[in-house]
């Protein structure tokens, strides 16, 4: 399993950007009692504590909000990228000044590899019709070099640091279901 500092996990993350720290407003703390009311999600989402490579919000908090594949729905999935299962979750309605600055903290954890990759995003949506404003994370796994941006996903909308992103071996995280702790594969069992 390999742990990507800068994101979470495939598709899971439509809006766990808007999750993790705004909504109404999500600052540190925001889910040390659950996801916030209103919050919808699709699959297997929620609040943890540290657990394994996954450690607390920077900024502080007893919980951070998470989205997982394992346990996601068959078809949520990124349109045009594929994939067979996923989960999202979407905050509540706010708002930001132009010009105002919105920072998020992601970590992306995946036990899948070779031919099966994961990837995670979030959006920015417009609140009357749904459509996206800005992609400010994409991740997807990748044996060698940058998982962020993720390949093939839309472009990113946001500075990342750090730039450089890579995957790391051993990473245990409850989320992941039994696949934590799993091992990463580089080769691709179908061929």
Excluded: C
């Excluded at 998982?147 to 450089?164: D, K, R, Y």
Aim: charged share 10%; proline share 5%.
């Amino acid at each position: 399993m390999h742990n990507t500092k800068g994101g979470m996990m495939k598709k899971v993350l439509l809006i766990l950007l808007a999750v993790s720290l705004f909504g109404k407003p999500a600052l540190a703390g925001s889910f040390d009692s659950g996801l916030p009311a209103g919050w919808v999600k699709i699959g297997n989402a929620g609040t943890l504590g540290a657990d394994g490579v996954v450690t607390l919000a920077p900024n502080g908090g007893s919980k951070y909000g998470y989205v997982s594949t394992n346990g996601g729905v068959i078809g949520n999935i990124l349109p045009g990228i594929g994939g067979t299962n996923g989960s999202s979750l979407t905050s509540t309605v706010f708002t930001a000044g132009a010009g105002s600055s919105l920072k998020f903290s992601f970590d992306y954890i995946t036990s899948d590899g070779a031919g099966y990759a994961d990837y995670a995003y979030a959006e920015l949506l417009n609140a009357a019709n749904s459509s996206v404003v800005a992609t400010i994370f994409t991740a997807r796994t990748t044996p060698n070099g940058n998982s962020v941006p993720g390949f093939g996903l839309p472009a990113i909308s946001a500075i990342t640091n750090p730039s450089t992103v890579t995957i790391h071996p051993g990473t245990i995280w409850s989320a992941l279901g039994a696949s934590s702790g799993q091992v990463y594969s580089e080769v691709d069992p179908n061929r």
